[in-house]
């Protein structure tokens, strides 16, 4: 069974810091892009950011030089480490997994932004 377990989100002040992490079992981490994925009340899931098998990323406008995303294979681990958060980043963060056919995703874990 393929389960993606995200951790690491919280409240932080605007301009803090977040580290998540997302735990995957069930496949081989290794092949698989991963990727981070938000999504705020009443607005669509949005990409965040993603990582291929081959630790090539891309991240979107409205992180880059914020957020950084890697991933570690040998703990079947992807973090997302955001600094310089603002009040626009607050969402459920979610976590995915693919491979040609293959999508997967976690549960997310909620990151709030406030003073």
């Known amino acids: 069974q393929v389960r993606l377990v995200e951790s690491g989100g919280g409240l932080v002040q605007p301009g803090g810091s977040l580290r998540l992490s997302c735990a995957a079992s069930?496949?081989?981490?290794?092949?698989?892009?991963m990727g981070w994925y938000r999504q705020a009340p009443g607005k669509q899931r949005e990409l965040v950011a993603t990582i291929s098998s081959g630790n090539s990323t891309m991240s979107a406008d409205s992180v880059k030089g914020r957020f950084t995303i890697s991933r570690d294979n040998a703990k079947n681990t992807v973090y997302l480490q955001m600094n310089s958060l603002k009040p626009e980043d607050p969402a459920l963060y979610y976590c995915?997994?693919?491979?040609?056919?293959?999508?997967?995703w976690g549960q997310g874990t909620q990151v709030t932004v406030s003073s």
């Open positions: 069930g496949i081989i981490f290794r092949f698989y892009a």
């Open positions: 995915n997994a693919k491979l040609q056919v293959s999508d997967y």
